[in-house]
């Protein structure tokens, strides 16, 4: 299997294991053989058209395969777990700025480039994301709470410089070949036996390289938008620049089957579009996202393919989709599409929590769209169930997505 496959099954190829909600279907189960079979050409087109960045022919590709898979659409390949109660009572600021800093305290001690300063690839479980999920976060929070600034800045500081000692030449923050890489886990799987078969891809323990997979906008995407985070709070111009670098990449990258792939390099882009001004990264994140990213959506609000109809694939596209609205001009000819798509993405994640309960996920989407589209009771009553429920009754804590609920508390009703 060939790298630019190694997340196949985490793509549109994987739609043809599980694509939506039928009469009889439940989350993960797949379709009929002969379903499937009907489907695969209009799947095929789609990935050439994807290739070619022919955003109509993209869309045709998609209206075929929707048609073909019929009430098999949009169901995703794992099911959800919700949490109750669905209490929607405004939450408490001040106790959730509590909670946060709390979590603060508690994760600084298992910070990666703590860990392994050398950055070591051999002892990363989850690749760059996993420092860059942190960094992010406490950059944030550093500009949030002015008063812990000076003690979180430092944190940021070593985490930037140790993350920016990590980017390949090319731009982009490769993937490392760690233990997290469990053979047998899928992912893992997959990876192993493309390193097995093409050892040439890995330099010194690294993959810069993904081909036409896409996989690597992944961690690059995230890598980057935390060092723009980073330049934010200590106007570092090193850090502005290795984002940069990482944006270069991206734009340089093909449009591939999974659609969150290509919006993380849309988040970053945009991200780059705020901070420098630049029209090229809005030019190319508005590419992307015409071509790449919204033909798969459905008109209900989630994507069609089995994997990104899962929660947390929806989280990721809803979460870069906004950082573009939030980039583009009021007069810009795409806002309206988008801001289409983003309410019936944002609603339907808000029906689904207001009628089944918190997901573990969606927190972030809810106050980001209140803070940059506008007041919604819809979104404002899902977030206060997310946060009402977060930590109770066996389900998560809000994690890293406190912040946006933070940066956005001045604005509650």
Known sequence: MKLHALFALLSLGSSLGSIAIAQEATPGQRPPAEVAAKAQPALNEGRRALEAQDAAAVRAAVAKAIAALGPWSGNPETATRYFPPIITTPFDAVKAREWWLKEIQRGLRGLPWLKNPAGNPRQMQAGLREA????????????LLPEHCDELTKHVRAGADWLIKLQHPSGVFPFPIGPGLN?????????????????????NDWIPD??????LQFDNGLCGRALISAWELTKDARYLDAARKSGDWAMSRP???????????????????TITGDAKYLDAAVRKADAGVLPGQMPGGRWFD?????????????RDLLELVHALPANHTFRATLLEALTRGLNQAAEETLSRGFTGTWTDNFARGLQWIG???????????NLNASGK??????GFAIIAVLEGADKQP
């Open 132 to 143: 860059a999920i942190p960094l992010d976060g406490l950059a944030r929070t550093a500009l």
């Open 393 to 398: 009754n066996g389900a998560p804590t809000p």
């Open 375 to 385: 007041e919604n009771k819809k979104w404002r009553d899902a977030l206060n169930t």
């Open 255 to 273: 449009l591939v089957a999974n659609w969150n792939y290509n919006a993380f390099s849309v988040g970053l882009l945009a991200r780059l579009a």
């Open 183 to 203: 053979p047998r886990e899928k992912v893992g799987h997959i990876v192993a036996r493309t390193i097995k078969e093409y050892p040439d891809l890995v330099v």
């Open 306 to 318: 089995a994997h990104n109809a899962c929660v947390v694939y929806h989280n990721i596209l809803l």
């Open 210 to 215: 993904d081909r036409t997979d896409g996989g």
